[in-house]
Structure formats: C-alpha cells, structure tokens
C-alpha cells in the first residue's frame, strides 16, 4: 500500500479531528500512554510518532512535529490536508522574558509575532496577525481557572534561531509585551488560517531566561503532565 502522505503513514481515519502537537515525539509517546484511554499507534515514519485514543470519550491524537516551524508545518499541513484534522494544539515548552512568567507556569498564546516569513508567503507579502482560535482560548483559561493553574495570556515570540547571535535578543520583544520565546506558533497559526482549522499554543515556562533559571528534567515532566491536562480539558469544554 503507498504511504498516504511523504511523512505519514496512517490509513484514513486513523487520526481524531483533534490532535495534540509536541515537538518531541518521545513526548508523544508518553502523552498517549499516560493520558488517553485505548491508544494505538498510528505514525511511526522518520520516528515521529503518532497516537491515537480517548480522552473522556472524545477521540484525541497526538504526534510530534519536531522543532521549528518549518518541520511543524509540514506536518500539520499534512494532517489538516490529508487527514481531515480540525483542531491542532501545540503543547510545548519555551522561554519567558516577561519577569511575571515564572517557571512552570503556562502560557496560553494568544498572538505570535515572529521574524519568520513564513506568513508573508501565505499573506501576499504582508504582516499577518497569527492568533489562536478564541473559542480554544476561552475553553483553556476556563479550565486554568478551575484547576487553579497560574497562567498568563499574550503574545510570544517564533523564532527561527534557537541560538541569537544579538547581543540583546530580547529588549525589544520586552517592550511590547512578548511574554516568552519559541519556535512553532506563528507558522501553526498562520497555517490554521489559510486552511480555514482552528489552533491553540499551550506552553510551559521551561526556562526563566531573564533571571537565568532552568527547571530540572524531573520538573519538566511533572508540569508538561499539568499543560497536558488543561489541554485536554479544554479540547473536553470546547466539545461540550
């Protein structure tokens, strides 16, 4: 049988029309076997994996992307194009430059500036605002609140450079109020908006680049499990 796609190599139907977007695909893994009920797997390709279960009786997939926007694009364009996926939320980590973000808290993206030009190409050559999908938003700061998880609300920043070269990487984005750095939601977003799906970044506060601190690998998989959760719950609310 040819493989549906050039990097996946799920039957049709194999994917739910929500799926969950780590950048590890280990983390994947992990999310299905921790958090979905009935998980197969259903993508293996180049290693990126792909699952697919239940999370309180809604069908929920999840697969990596890899890092970037470019690796995340494709396969996300992908499981929009190609295997009727309608709501894709990254769950990831990134940086905080705000001071108020803290380690382990959550970032729920609301925009994405970037110094890619990835939505340029999609916008005829013009600025693009690439902002999450509001009822999503609405459902994970609902869910937040419930679950008493400290959460901020705003912009981050993609990047196409994981290591700057500028001396002061950060000013700028500080004065307008760019809570955190990382590297896929602004090509997700603007990749939701040209295929007409809906998006959200849920991201946690993996590294405090202000004051310099850096959670444990212990303290990464506890609170990724936290990010994880209000995802889910938020895709259950947004169902409902």
Same mark, same amino acid.
């Given at each position: 049988?040819?493989? +549906? ?6 039957? +049709? ?11 590890? +695909? ?8 921790? =958090? ?26 999840? /697969?990596?992307?890899? /890092? ?46 970037? $110094? ?16 999450? $999908? ?22 981050? =920043?993609?990047? $196409? ?7 002061? +990487? ?5 004065? /307008? ?5 990382? /590297? ?11 295929h007409g799906v809906r998006a959200l970044a849920v991201l946690t506060v993996s590294d405090q680049l202000v004051a310099g601190e850096v959670m444990s690998s212990d303290d990464r998989q506890t609170s990724f499990d936290a990010m994880v959760r209000l995802a889910l719950e938020a895709l259950v609310l947004d169902a409902g």
């Amino acid at each position: 049988m040819p493989t +549906p796609t050039p990097h996946i190599s799920a039957a +049709p139907g194999d994917f739910a029309e929500a799926i969950l977007l780590p950048g590890d +695909p280990l983390r994947a893994r992990y999310i299905a076997e921790n =958090h979905l009920e009935g998980a197969r797997e259903v993508n293996a390709v180049r290693n990126m994996l792909g699952f697919t279960g239940s999370y309180k009786g809604l069908a929920v997939s999840v /697969m990596g992307t890899g /890092m970037g926007v470019p690796s995340t694009s494709i396969y996300a364009h992908e499981l929009v194009a190609e295997y009727g996926v309608k709501i894709l939320v990254r769950v990831g980590s990134c940086g905080a430059i705000s001071a108020e973000a803290k380690l382990r808290d959550v970032i729920l993206a609301v925009g994405a500036c970037t $110094d890619s030009r990835v939505n340029r190409w999609r916008y005829d050559g013009h600025d693009f605002a690439a902002v999450a $999908d509001f009822q999503l938003l609405r459902a994970a700061a609902r869910v937040a609140e419930a679950q008493g998880v400290s959460v901020h609300a705003g912009l981050v =920043h993609t990047s $196409d450079l994981f290591y700057s070269s500028e001396p002061e +990487p950060f000013a700028t984005m500080q004065k /307008m109020g760019v809570l955190a750095v990382e /590297m896929e939601t602004a090509g997700l977003y603007g990749l939701a908006a040209e295929h007409g799906v809906r998006a959200l970044a849920v991201l946690t506060v993996s590294d405090q680049l202000v004051a310099g601190e850096v959670m444990s690998s212990d303290d990464r998989q506890t609170s990724f499990d936290a990010m994880v959760r209000l995802a889910l719950e938020a895709l259950v609310l947004d169902a409902g």
